[in-house]
Nanobody, 124 residues
């Protein structure tokens, strides 16, 4: 059974930090790129960050560049998103996903497996 289980979301004040985790099981993890996406209330799902299969390449949305950092642990099949300097506009449901390729890619359509999401709420 394929499972991507996100955790680490919560309520934080503006300027604060959170670290999201996504534990994968039931699928091949280490050979594929992993991504984080988010959906704000009333908006479509958007790309946040992705990391290639071995962690050697990362790509970020302009809105989070310099504040968020994606990383992965291929031994424990886990991907992380360290979020610093959080802003109210970062409030969203955050999803992790596994790509169909080993290289970084920001297109939602290129991700086959998705988690259920973890809520991040940033108060002003």
């Amino acid at each position: 059974q394929v499972q991507l289980l996100e955790s680490g979301g919560g309520l934080v004040q503006a300027g604060g930090s959170l670290r999201l985790s996504c534990a994968a099981s039931g699928l091949t993890f280490s050979s594929y790129a992993m991504g984080w996406f988010r959906r704000a209330p009333g908006k479509e799902r958007k790309f946040v960050a992705c990391i290639n299969w071995n962690g050697g390449n990362e790509v970020y949305a302009d809105s989070v560049k310099g504040r968020f950092r994606i990383s992965r642990d291929n031994v424990n099949n886990t991907v992380y998103l360290q979020m610093n300097g959080l802003k109210p506009e970062d409030t969203a449901l955050y999803y992790c996903a596994r790509s169909n390729s080993d290289y970084v890619i920001a297109l939602v359509s290129e991700y086959e497996y998705w988690g259920q999401g973890t809520q991040v709420t940033v108060s002003s």
